[in-house]
Structures are given as C-alpha cells and as structure tokens.
C-alpha cells in the first residue's frame, strides 16, 4: 500500500495535470455521487490536500472528494483523448480540456461538504500528517509520551494513523533502523535522549522520502537500508538484516544496531 510520501507525491502531480482549470468531464461510478457530476462539471480542483494515506480533492464550489486507495485502488493520468488498456474497474474520471484523472479499483469515496469533512470518521481519527510543515518534533515527542501512545509497542504504533498519520510498513523499519530502536520498544521505555532522536526520524525520513524517492542522483535519494533487505548487510553496523512478520506485517531491522 503507499503510504504518505507516495500519496503525496501522485497528489502533486494531479495537481499539475488538471489542477486550476475547468473540468470538462466528470463522472463517478457510484450511483450516489452521479448527482454531483452536473455540479462539478465547469468547476476548478482548487487544491489537493493528503492527510495520510487519503486524498481530499478541494473543488472551487466547495465540495471536497475524499478517496483512499486502500490496497487495489490506482490513480492514471493520460491525455484526454487517451484509451487506458486496463481490467482494473474505473471509478472516478475528472477531466479538464487537454488531461484527464481516472482513479481506478478504489471503494473508499465519498464526496463531503464542509461539515462532511469535519464529521468524517477517518479524518476524525487522523493523527497529525507527517508531512505538515506545521509539525515539529517536540509536538511528536508529546504524542510518543502521551497517555494515549506511551505504552504501545513501536511495531504496532507506528501503523497507527491515529498516531501519525502517513505512517505505514517501510516507514516504520525505516525510522526504527534511523533511530537505532527495536519494534518492542515503547515510549515509555526511551531515555530523552532516544526520545529525541526517534522523533526526529519520525519526521526526516518521511520527508525525505518525498522529497527524494525515485530520484537518481547519487548520495541525495532515498534509499532503503533495512525493508526488503533481509541477508544483506547492514551498512551502519556490518550484520545481517533479519526479516520478521510484526503486527500482521513484514517486518526488517539490523540486530547489530537496533538493540
């Protein structure tokens, strides 16, 4: 599933191809969004939002579509004269004169009004994004101490949308390898100095995952040290990358610095 720098990054691009310009063409497959198609067509996406692993596409008459890919769902973006040769199910097309956006496969979509978005039952539960600027690693090492977090193993925790939202199963090997910590960790066990350095690769390695994943210069791209690199060497420490299966999901760390 991708997780929030992924998601972020397809809302990105989204935006370039039919952000801020008048939709031509909408269609939902949904008999309950079909109503809308009418109210949409002539308006503007104003801005795409992320809050995790969920997309809200902000229209200029104020209605919000929300849409989470979950496991199957897959956004394209293609001319608008384009034949997509797919078996995968479309659900929504948002076209404007020259690109369309087809999101295809997904199940979670609904299209919310301003009291919508603030009574949705997933946006309700969101922890903050991991990649709002706004958020800062004091405010995350409040979280990780809190009430709430505190006693939780990291393994579980850090899967947690209502703990960080954006969060998912490379991220929570990435950082945890980062901070030198093992997934039976709990907040309440960290020194502040670990405490500390936990937060901030709960905020830097998501970011920079953004910012640089898929990108090819050397020594400035993210790249993955311990998920999906079991018996390879650890490249901090030397030892061999051991692979788990933690809270229903793979899991990778390095025994020689994750202690």
């Not at 193993?153 to 947690?160: E, K, N, P, T």
């Not at 066990?189 to 937060?199: E, G, H, I, K, N």
Request: contains cysteine.
């Amino acid at each position: 599933m991708p997780e929030g720098p992924e998601i972020r990054r397809l809302a990105d691009r989204l935006e370039e191809a039919v952000g801020q310009q008048p939709l031509t063409d909408v269609w939902f497959a949904f008999p309950a969004l079909k109503t809308y198609e009418p109210a949409l067509e002539g308006q503007q996406i104003t801005d795409i939002e992320t809050r995790g692993k969920a997309m809200l596409t902000h229209f200029s008459n104020g209605l919000t579509l929300y849409s989470h890919n979950q496991l199957y769902g897959v956004w394209r973006i293609t001319d608008v004269d384009e034949k997509v040769d797919t078996r995968r199910v479309l659900r929504v097309k948002l076209a404007t004169g020259e690109k369309q956006a087809l999101l295809y496969s997904a199940s979670d979509i609904e299209l919310l009004n301003a009291e919508g978005l603030i009574q949705h039952p997933f946006l309700q539960r969101a922890g903050p994004d991991v990649l709002d600027p706004r958020l800062d690693e004091e405010q995350v090492a409040q979280r990780l101490l809190s009430t709430g977090f505190r006693r939780r193993r990291f393994s579980a925790l850090l899967l947690d949308q209502s703990f960080l939202a954006g969060l998912g199963n490379y991220l929570r090997a990435e950082v945890l390898w980062h901070a030198g910590l093992l997934a039976t960790h709990r907040g309440m066990d960290l020194t502040p100095p670990q405490c500390r350095v936990l937060s901030q690769a709960l905020i830097a390695v998501p970011r920079f995952s953004y910012q640089t994943r898929g990108t090819m210069e050397k020594g400035a791209a993210f790249r993955f040290e311990v998920f999906q690199r079991q018996g390879e060497r650890c490249r901090r420490c030397g030892e061999i990358i051991h692979k788990a299966t933690l809270a229903s999901r793979p899991y990778f760390w390095c025994p020689g610095c994750q202690k």
